[in-house]
């Protein structure tokens, strides 16, 4: 009784539409209307036939890119600054605050705001840059397929880094006194100290906010579809799993491309599901092998 | 972690002080940056990007307020969101607790079923969940995305909220229980109230992506009547992106909400939020 109503609502719009959405793409749709049972014929479309393989491994690279990056940021710079933050010096609790403000923007915000700010003619970048007298340096960042990726995912990592640094920070300040204690009077010097005794017991914390950040970055579709519009503007530059599934299921209205192909968009969201699945699979199984109890 | 020697100390200390220094300045200075264009008008911001405003103008607010429809957005986001963190307790609170408290045969079962979702995101599931919508008549109702947002909260909440109740005495039960109160009881009146702090880390945790979402307000709201402020301000900023000085005050109302809550209360945000990220 006391469970009935959150096993109905988690059930039927949680867990039903997950399962659901694996039996959908084994068959073929006209439109919102199911019709015959077709096996994995919507995989072999979205894998082998032009255009659905070269949209589908280019916005498949382009989400690897994402997470690489955003995880090669995350663990040097972020990880440095959760360091340099858990020692509680004095305005420590300043900093981790206006560290983690961008994260409680909304990214339809973070988008908007930083295509403004990158605008190659008005921006307050390319302005600052001028002033500076460094106009050479100027581009139209965004615009550009060589540079637009990389803007948007450094963008992201400005919203995002905040998480991790609190993470990392309450995990290292979970380390019980004593160990670093022992190790300074074993003689063990600053980076020592960091690589034998902090690195390997926040190994766990490391794990989870990376399996964390793989889902969400597998997942990420608003800064792009903001910033860049639903098909990855330039030419699918910064086109991502995420836009190029929801120009397939729905329709992609900017540019009147192709129609709904729910068979095939489901056939996507599928692989999308088993990446993410074997991934965090992965991810928990190293977590909780690194995992010390003290 | 310790100093090397004292002297050494000092000058790591301003080395230190520096680098996070730097940092706080590529995190704060665009939403500084943000705050001051968005009282600027359009000619002044091309001609004075960094500067305070010479003549400090509302323009801007007050064309998104009464263009924008601003209020109704910011009426809608308030409902969807609230209805949701309501729905959300009352649900998972008592599910948390029958899965903590009681022992019953497919106790393990059901756990395992919920905590099943905390790593998958629920957008995966999106097309039998458009199409369950539409066949149910919640397609552009405040519902579509109440109930998408409880549910895709359940898991994590069940999950420390059950730990939180975990962690009550049993004693208390059991002297409520030869005092003659029911089960019902014991959980509204005894054991709810003591999970407060758990509560308030759910509505936390839960809460900031709600009101920041725009994906499903995307799919699920195609007309105007229900559109969350997300969803309004993205439609809103790509008709009128010339209008430089309106889509700064825009981007500035729409934040604001959250900005005020995050300055306010920062120490329980970031309380609420590592315990959500460090316990899952």
């Known amino acids: 009784m006391f469970l009935t109503p959150a096993l109905v609502i988690y059930g039927a719009f949680m867990a039903y539409p997950l399962i659901s959405s694996l039996t959908y793409s084994v068959f073929d749709w006209d439109g919102l209307l199911r019709r015959g049972f077709v096996g994995l014929q919507n995989f072999v479309t979205v894998l082998t036939r032009w255009p659905y393989h070269e949209r589908f491994f280019n916005a498949l690279g382009h989400n690897a890119v994402f997470f690489g990056l955003t995880f090669l940021i995350q663990t040097t710079l972020g990880l440095f600054v959760a360091v340099l933050l858990a020692r509680k010096l004095r305005g420590f609790a300043f900093f981790q605050a206006s560290y983690f403000l961008p994260h409680t923007l909304s990214l339809v915000v973070v988008g908007f705001l930083w295509r403004m700010l990158l605008n190659p003619n008005w921006g307050a970048l390319p302005q600052a840059l001028r002033r500076l007298g460094l106009g050479d340096w100027v581009q139209p960042w965004l615009g550009q397929s060589d540079t637009a990726l990389v803007s948007v995912i450094l963008v992201n990592a400005w919203a995002w880094l905040g998480f991790p640094i609190l993470v990392y920070v309450a995990a290292i300040q979970a380390i019980p006194r004593e160990f670093e204690e022992a190790a300074v009077v074993d003689g063990a010097g600053g980076w020592q100290l960091f690589r034998h005794v902090t690195f390997p017991l926040l190994l766990p914390s490391l794990a989870m906010v990376t399996i964390l950040t793989f889902i969400w970055d597998f997942n990420a579709f608003e800064l792009v579809f903001v910033m860049q519009g639903p098909s990855g503007a330039p030419a699918y530059a910064t086109d991502l799993l995420a836009t190029f599934f929801y120009r397939t299921a729905f329709g992609d209205p900017t540019t009147g491309g192709e129609p709904g192909q729910i068979g095939i968009a489901a056939a996507i969201g599928v692989l999308m599901l088993l990446i993410i699945g074997v991934a965090s699979a992965f991810g928990v199984r190293f977590m909780t092998r690194s995992q010390t109890e003290y | ?280």
Do not use: C
């Open chain 2, 1 to 280: 972690m310790l100093g090397a020697g004292a002297g050494q100390s000092a000058w790591r200390r301003v080395v230190v002080y520096v680098v996070l220094g730097l940092l706080a300045v590529v995190f704060l200075f665009p939403i500084v940056l943000m705050v001051l264009t968005a009282f600027k008008t359009t000619p002044e911001i091309f001609r004075n990007p960094f500067g305070l405003p010479q003549e400090w103008t509302t323009q801007g607010f007050r064309t998104a307020w009464s263009r924008a429809s601003f209020g109704l957005y910011l009426r809608n986001s308030l409902l969807i969101t609230g209805s949701s963190a309501v729905l959300l307790l009352l649900t998972a609170a008592p599910a948390a607790y029958a899965l903590a408290r009681y022992t019953f045969r497919l106790r393990g079962v059901l756990f395992l079923f919920f905590l099943a979702g905390i790593m998958i995101p629920i957008r995966l599931g999106i097309l039998p969940l458009y199409i369950l919508m539409r066949d149910l008549g919640l397609i552009d109702t405040p519902f579509a995305l109440i109930l998408t947002y409880t549910a895709s909260g359940m898991p994590m909440s069940v999950f420390l909220l059950s730990v939180f109740f975990r962690n009550l005495p049993r004693e208390l039960e059991d002297a409520a229980r030869i005092d003659g109160a029911g089960e019902q009881g014991i959980f509204w009146r005894i054991m709810l109230p003591l999970v407060r702090p758990g509560l308030a880390t759910v509505v936390i945790v839960n809460v900031v992506p709600w009101w920041n979402d725009f994906f499903f307000p995307l799919l699920f709201l195609p007309s105007k009547t229900w559109r969350t402020i997300p969803l309004g301000m993205q439609i809103f900023f790509g008709q009128h992106l010339i209008d430089w000085s309106l889509v700064f005050s825009g981007m500035l109302l729409a934040s604001l909400p959250l900005l005020i809550i995050y300055v306010l209360m920062s120490r329980q945000f970031i309380a609420g939020l590592t315990a959500g990220a460090v316990k899952g």
